[in-house]
């Protein structure tokens, strides 16, 4: 409502026009109002954001400082002052890595953002000490660096972890249910004049809150700095799988980042084929020799069923007796040759499996191959079995690390949940955490038969 000419502006009138602006009838948020309840939150959010990246940063200093000075002092050097300068710099820098990695706090890439954000500002640091003309000792500050790099990436994912302990769920039908399969202490707001200030999340059910009637509460949660999420959204990355009822291959919107790593991931398994290729050829050498494993004979019968549908024979160590391999492994099955066990607990008897890397049948990471029967029996339970095809089987995946060994056709289907997600949220970072879960999953044995 305009202002009428010579009309004094007081708080009478103030508080009528906020007033006008929350009637039924003129529903947009009152953004005066908006400002005066949550603008300052954001200095807060800051510090509150820090405080679990604190122990991180300040090791990460304190270290960078011992190593600089180490190397300073064993080369006799006595200029104190420029060891003060860079000491300080280096101390400061993990703060300076985690004000601009707050900036990138709604990014899931969390292990490259952290990597590439450190490179940045470690090399910024670096340049502005040169361009002082301060000596320094660039071997010393070599050393230092990975210390700063594998602190910021604990440190990133401890922030993004506190993020989502700081989750509420505005209140819908469901909510209840919701709430309880997110199996944490996760608020439900039902009224509309809540303070939401104390979370970093805010989950909403999209048919029930994109009305007119939670306008203004959303553009509140906006302006203080709270994402705003759907909830199934947020749920499939809780549980890391996606709901396979209501999976589509439209949900594939890939993201300009994913579509270069899909292009450069051949190129990285053959470079993990050629760095490992002396200890592989070892290893395969040395499992030749030992009593009872042999090369899997493969026939069109034993193939899997690779990229695009396509079969290919996919290479690996016999460790069951011949002529008895077929169905499901079974817990202590008897076909198991007589000191092999350890070989598939260890996951050894896979290793031939980078020659199919090679030829490009197979990657480093992907949904595992399935046999055909598997395949067939699991497309009859559930159709879209086949999405699994969409990319490059692999030795190791994100089914196979969270949902473990599949013996039967539901629990191939509950496992395509897993894959469908990989298959959504390809990325470098899930990658990483993949090798490395199956790094814990080799060491305790957990899912091989």
């Known amino acids: 409502m305009s202002k009428p000419a010579g009309k004094?502006?007081?708080p009478a009138n103030r508080s009528a026009r906020r007033v006008l602006k929350r009637s039924p009838a003129e529903p947009s948020p009152d953004l005066e109002d908006v400002l005066q309840h949550g603008a300052s939150l954001r200095q807060r959010r800051l510090l509150r954001n820090l405080r679990p990246m604190l122990p991180e940063i300040l090791a990460a200093g304190i270290l960078q400082c011992m190593i600089y000075s180490a190397f300073i002092l064993n080369a006799s050097r006595s200029d104190w002052n420029n060891l003060a300068i860079v000491c300080s710099v280096l101390f400061l820098l993990p703060f300076a890595v985690a004000l601009a990695l707050l900036g990138f706090r709604r990014q899931r890439n969390t292990f490259s953002i952290a990597i590439f954000v450190t490179f940045v500002c470690f090399n910024v640091a670096v340049a502005v000490l040169s361009g002082l003309r301060i000596p320094v000792s660039y071997s010393a500050l070599l050393?230092?660096?990975?210390?700063?790099?594998?602190?910021?990436i604990v440190a990133n994912l401890r922030l993004?972890?506190?993020l989502e302990d700081r989750v509420a769920l505005l209140d819908f039908p469901q909510a209840a249910q919701v709430a309880a399969r997110l199996a944490g202490h996760v608020a439900v707001i039902s009224d509309k004049t809540a303070d939401i200030g104390a979370y970093d999340r805010l989950l909403i059910d999209t048919r029930t809150h994109h009305?007119?009637?939670?306008?203004?509460?959303?553009?509140?949660?906006?302006?203080?700095?709270v994402d705003v999420t759907p909830w199934f959204n947020f749920l499939e990355l809780r549980e890391g799988r996606v709901d396979v009822g209501a999976f589509d291959v439209s949900h594939l919107a890939y993201t300009p980042s994913q579509i270069y790593y899909s292009k450069a991931k051949r190129a990285l398994d053959l470079i993990a084929v050629i760095v490992t290729a002396p200890i592989t050829i070892a290893g395969v050498c040395s499992l030749a020799l030992y009593p009872g494993p042999r090369w899997r004979a493969g026939d069109l019968r034993a193939n899997r069923r690779g990229y695009g549908g396509r079969p290919f024979n996919m290479l690996k160590f016999r460790t069951m007796y011949h002529g008895r391999q077929g169905g499901a492994t079974r817990t202590n099955d008897d076909r198991i040759i007589k000191g092999c066990r350890v070989l598939r607990r260890l996951r050894l008897d896979e290793l031939p499996q980078l020659i199919n890397i090679w030829r490009g049948e197979m990657s480093l990471v992907g949904p595992r191959p399935v046999a055909e029967y598997v395949a067939q029996a699991s497309e009859a339970e559930e159709p879209k079995f086949i999405h699994r095809t969409m990319v490059l089987p692999g030795i190791t995946g994100w089914a196979q690390v969270n949902s473990g060994y599949a013996?039967?056709?539901?629990?191939?289907?509950?496992?395509?949940?897993?894959?469908?997600?990989?298959?959504?949220?390809?990325?470098?970072?899930?990658?990483?955490?993949?090798?490395?879960?199956?790094?814990?999953?080799?060491?305790?044995?957990?899912?091989?038969?």
């Open 407 to 449: 013996g039967t056709t539901q629990e191939e289907i509950n496992k395509l949940s897993y894959d469908l997600y990989y298959i959504k949220h390809l990325s470098f970072d899930l990658d990483v955490l993949i090798i490395l879960s199956t790094i814990s999953t080799v060491l305790f044995g957990r899912g091989a038969r």
């Open 160 to 162: 993004h972890r506190s």
């Open 8 to 10: 004094d502006d007081g």
């Open 211 to 225: 009305n007119p009637d939670w306008s203004t509460f959303l553009t509140k949660a906006y302006m203080v700095g």
């Open 143 to 152: 050393t230092a660096y990975p210390i700063a790099t594998i602190a910021m």
